[in-house]
């Protein structure tokens, strides 16, 4: 049934025009609704994509710039960057004659080598967890039209071609090999490669989550050496998981996983010499109690390796040699609190290396000479640099993204080697990214709001527009169908004066009902994430335009310590975390209260991962403020998650005792007074089935009844085989049950 208003004046006096005037406006914005297509539905979100919005598939750069090459129905399709003309298939599995062992004619994958003459095929790509993967991998030979198998064994990891094209690396059963091309032959580097015992060639589970580093092997520029990490985790705890696949007993999983204060691997640089044949340790000097979280071969042949101690508040770039392995330190950076990983930029002139820093206060690039002297700040300003896309070092134009007029919003620019002639590059409002072609002529521009789907349009780097890429005007339309009212930013001052950000997304009419609404707040709140940004938040966005459309208002507030607003908004939580982020958020539900179509009394939050952390704080410190609150995947005491990234934020649990003890949501069960959702994947191997389990022994303890749900077989994401619309159909009945007085649901 639809919402609609009447005006009855017979024999009654007349109303006052003011509320004649309200009236009207209710009138005509239930109409809306009462008119809507369609509303959106979890079926819509979650298995239909109705309103999914379009991207565009990766763009495979050519060396020449102008052209690239898209995976299409197994062929290697080329286009014209240009005018985005099909030039015809590269390369179509279909037409490859060949008796290579394995090869079953199907491409999961490709990359080029350097001269794109020949290619790497990957098939039966298996994930391993967030960022890995293994694979069988060929080798094609445009010329020849030869197709040969790459190793013909286990399956292997990230493999990867050297400089000239003519060998390629590769990690099996975590053992270091290569293979030279023209020669035909096959080298294995290491020996001692073993499951949860040694790693060569890639990183460990620590490594991979948090410093993103999986491929840890790289050819030096010439060929002649092959430098690899080595990841000795013999003394690592093991992490044991169960998964359920019908058969008489669960498979277990184990895998190596540092928590805080316990061991990590010992990691150490290697160096292969392929003419001697001969592999020697890079001296990196003092004991292994250390991070080795990059690894690159600098334009003047030596090795780079960035090192960072184990509170990840002191960095250090060392060249190494690898001739007799001796190490030259090249920069060093402290910091008070923790220092931001970031990678290092070689010029190829060889005069030196660019850099990222927040020593300023706010995040920047520095050239330096390779004695570590700055010779340019080539940003600077009271705003954080975003992204880092490259350096056109033919014309000396550094381009990179930053939050410079807002921390809400995302614009591109340009700047000179000399941090000279800065240009803005983008001109709408909201958040913008670019994909530069390989020689930084051109740019696919991806634009987007909160209200907004990506837009993609490729434009010169002197900001002339080429053509449209894929605008989703028709999803826009169909958005507009379904009677959505547009989120809207808001600003508010905690008590303390801090001001924070938030968007808010509410039911039409909501300020002219007179009706007390409901408020679920989404969180996460993560050190440097951020929320609260003018960009398209795609499946979430959706579903709280559902809710809205139920009657609820959607609210979310980024806290103190996240992103784009500078090293002490960001670092302010440094050693505490969780204390001052929840009580922004209860802040933040305060003020929402006050809001005149608020009820204060049916105030829900959710949050996922440091979310699920922040919205079990909340419901806990925050007991009388929160009615109902969902905590997916929460961490619930920092003790049991791993050491970088706890220790970068937190030190150790004996360093720091007592803010480990204060924001614990285990300890905090007994203050539990609203309704309680508790979810978790039993196969989470990042945020461990334990905290929730810990969790909701704390809950019985104390008396406390809770509702849980356990996804088998799920990861951290509980995205597979429909358990992600099962997750949200179960959050929106919670809330319904408990937030929505009986009926008043739409």
């Known amino acids: 049934m639809g919402c609609s208003a009447y005006i009855y004046a017979s024999n009654q ?26 509303p959106i539905t979890l079926e819509d979100i979650w298995q239909k994509g109705t309103y999914a919005a379009k991207g565009i598939p990766g763009f495979n750069f050519q060396n020449d710039g102008i052209h690239y090459t898209l995976l299409n129905d197994n062929r290697i399709e080329q286009y014209d960057f240009l005018s985005g003309a099909a030039l015809g298939a590269i390369l179509d599995a279909a037409t490859i004659k060949t008796d290579a062992p394995g090869w079953k004619g199907e491409m999961d994958g490709y990359v080029f080598g350097p001269d794109e003459q020949k290619i790497l095929i990957s098939t039966d790509v298996e994930p391993i967890y967030r960022r890995s993967s293994s694979a069988q991998y060929f080798v094609y030979e445009l010329k ?11 399956a292997q990891r990230d493999a990867r071609f050297s400089a000239d094209g003519n060998k390629i690396a590769f990690v099996v059963n975590n053992d270091l090999y ?3 091309l023209q020669q035909n032959y096959t080298v294995r580097v290491t020996y001692d490669g073993k499951k949860n015992e040694i790693i060569n060639g890639f990183g460990d589970w620590v490594y991979e989550e948090e410093f993103e580093l999986v491929r840890a092997f790289d050819f030096s520029p010439d060929g002649q050496f092959l430098a690899f990490l080595r990841f000795d985790e013999r003394e690592v705890p093991l992490m044991h998981m169960e998964t359920f696949h019908r058969k008489a007993y669960p498979e277990e999983i184990s895998f190596k996983y540092p928590k805080v204060g316990q061991k990590n691997a010992k990691v150490t640089a290697w160096i292969y010499d392929l003419t001697q044949k001969k592999t020697q340790e890079v001296k990196t000097g003092g004991d292994t109690a250390y991070y080795l979280p990059r690894i690159a071969w600098a334009p003047n042949g030596a090795l780079c390796l960035t090192k960072m101690n184990r509170l990840q508040n002191h960095l250090q770039l060392f060249l190494a040699n690898p001739t007799n392995m001796q190490c030259q330190k090249v920069y060093e950076e402290t910091n008070k609190a923790y ?6 930029y070689f010029l190829k002139d060889q005069s030196g290396f660019v850099l990222a820093s927040e020593k300023s206060g706010f995040n920047h690039l520095y050239r330096y000479d390779w004695a570590g002297n700055q010779q340019a700040a080539l940003t600077k300003g009271d705003w954080d640099v975003t992204a ?13 993204q930053a939050a410079k007029r807002s921390p809400l919003e ?5 700047v000179d080697l000399n941090g000279k002639h800065g240009k803005k590059m983008s001109k709408e409002k909201g958040c913008n990214d670019a994909n530069f072609n390989k020689t930084y002529e051109y740019f696919v521009l991806q634009h987007a709001t909160l209200n907004t ?9 002197t900001g002339k527009k080429v053509r449209e890429l894929e605008q989703n005007a028709a999803l826009q339309q169909k958005l507009q169908a379904t009677g959505i009212k547009p989120a809207t930013f808001f600003t508010f001052k905690t008590p303390d004066k801090t001001q924070l950000n938030g968007f808010m997304i509410k039911p039409q009419g909501a300020e002219y009902t007179g009706k007390k609404l409901p408020v679920l707040m989404f969180v996460y709140g993560g050190p440097g994430n951020q929320q609260v940004l003018d960009q398209w938040k795609g499946n979430n966005y959706l579903w709280f335009q559902m809710l809205a459309q139920k009657g609820y208002v959607v609210a979310c507030v980024d806290n103190r310590g996240t992103g784009a607003r500078g090293e002490a908004f960001k670092k302010c939580t440094y050693m505490h975390l969780g204390q001052l982020e929840t009580q922004d958020q209860i802040d933040a539900a305060r003020y929402l209260s006050t809001l005149s179509f608020v009820d204060s009394a049916r105030i829900g939050i959710f949050g996922w991962s440091y979310g699920g952390y922040m919205a079990s704080l909340c419901m806990f410190k925050g007991a009388r403020v929160f009615k109902a609150g969902i905590s997916v995947a929460p961490v619930t005491h920092w003790k049991w998650y791993d050491s970088v990234y706890t220790e970068r934020y937190m030190r150790t649990e004996q360093e720091n005792p007592e803010a480990y003890a204060e924001n614990a949501p285990v300890n905090l069960a007994e203050k539990l007074q609203g309704k309680f959702l508790l979810v978790h994947g039993l196969a989470d191997d990042n945020v461990h089935f334990q905290h929730s389990a810990e969790l909701a022994n704390s809950l019985i303890a104390a008396n406390k009844p809770f509702e849980s749900m356990i996804y088998p077989n799920r990861n951290h994401g509980i995205g597979s085989d429909g358990a992600r619309i099962h997750l949200y159909t179960l959050m929106t009945r919670f809330l319904d049950e408990q937030l929505m007085p009986s009926g008043q649901s739409k």
């Open 339 to 344: 220092l931001d990983l970031h990678d290092v």
């Open 144 to 154: 020849s039209q030869k197709l040969s198998r790459l190793f013909e064994g286990d």
């Open 410 to 414: 995302r614009e591109l620019f340009s």
């Open 453 to 461: 789907a990506p837009q993609y349009s490729v434009y010169t780097v």
């Open 178 to 180: 290569f293979k030279d």
């Open 13 to 38: 006096s007349f109303w006052p025009m003011k509320q004649l005037w309200l009236l009207f406006i209710l009138f005509v914005s239930c109409s809306k609704v009462a008119h809507a297509q369609q």
């Open 388 to 400: 880092f896309y490259g350096i056109d070092e033919r014309t000396g134009r550094v381009f990179y």
